[in-house]
């Protein structure tokens, strides 16, 4: 169907003002080709966001494009095993005895953390045994290198895009200079593997080097998502939503809730 000149108008001006966004300005990709051009329109992008050109230009100096950080995105299969399986492979004898060790030796933090946020212990040492082997692989992946190639790449550019900018915001901050930021290949950072825009909402303290403070943060992002204090965190129950805002692959949330409820002396359900 023709359109009418008015009609045709309004589409104009609203595709003209899309692709003028500030996340739509620097076109994606879907190889290395072009990426050193996106990176200079990015970099403009950055300085309308708030970031200071001092910044911008030591933060990304040494940013390129990471072939294995696709390769690690086109190939996440693991989420799509059974429960049994994922579980079976992530709750080992050693990570239980260890995690039980970790609970004793950080008991006193813990209770301080759950009195202020609601969160238990065995939750909170059951993701950080999960997502780190208890801080031991937070991931050698170069946090910038690795957000600007997802940021670059067509399949997820407008999310990394942001998550760019809040990396460059927590250099800004002055909380860690680029070459400390190393994590995840998906930009997650810190003992418990925070994004950049949570670290920014819900982080406190050095969580790359403070088990203490990386737990606090954690407490803290679960209490902002609706953490019920008391209540459980099994599947069907009022907190495993909650784990589903910490990561929406059922699978590994249900993990979480079990490996916490072992943790805490169950065999599979919290009390």
Not at 45 to 57: K, L, M
Not at 80 to 102: C, D, E, M, P, R
Request: charged share 20%; net charge negative; glycine share 12%.
């Amino acid at each position: 169907m023709k359109r009418s000149g008015w009609m045709a108008a309004v589409v104009a001006v609203a595709v003209s003002a899309a692709l003028a966004g500030p996340a739509n300005a620097a076109r994606c990709g879907r190889d290395s080709d072009g990426f050193d051009e996106w990176l200079g329109e990015f970099k403009q992008e950055a300085a309308q966001a708030g970031i200071s050109r001092s910044v911008i230009e030591s933060a990304l100096a040494n940013v390129s494009y990471d072939d294995n950080v696709i390769s690690h995105d086109r190939g996440q299969r693991a989420f799509g095993q059974s429960f049994a399986t994922f579980s079976g492979k992530h709750i080992t004898a050693y990570g239980l005895k260890k995690g039980k060790t970790l609970l004793q030796r950080y008991a006193e933090p813990l209770q301080s953390i759950e009195q202020r946020y609601g969160v238990p212990g065995a939750v909170l040492v059951a993701i950080w045994g999960l997502e780190t082997g208890f801080g031991s692989t937070t991931g050698k992946f170069e946090t910038l290198s690795a957000l600007a190639t997802l940021a670059y790449d067509c399949r997820r550019s407008e999310k990394f895009h942001e998550e760019l900018i809040d990396a460059l915001k927590i250099v800004q901050r002055g909380d860690l200079a680029p070459e400390e930021m190393r994590g995840a290949w998906a930009g997650e950072i810190g003992q418990t593997q925070f994004m950049p825009s949570s670290y920014l909402k819900y982080g406190q303290g050095d969580m790359i080097h403070n088990p203490v403070d990386a737990l606090s943060s954690t407490a803290n992002y679960l209490k902002a998502h609706g953490w019920r204090r008391g209540a459980g965190w099994d599947e069907g129950q009022a907190n495993f939503p909650v784990l589903l805002e910490w990561n929406a692959a059922s699978v590994y949330s249900k993990t979480i809730a079990l490996f916490a409820d072992k943790l805490n002396g169950g065999s599979g359900e919290s009390e």
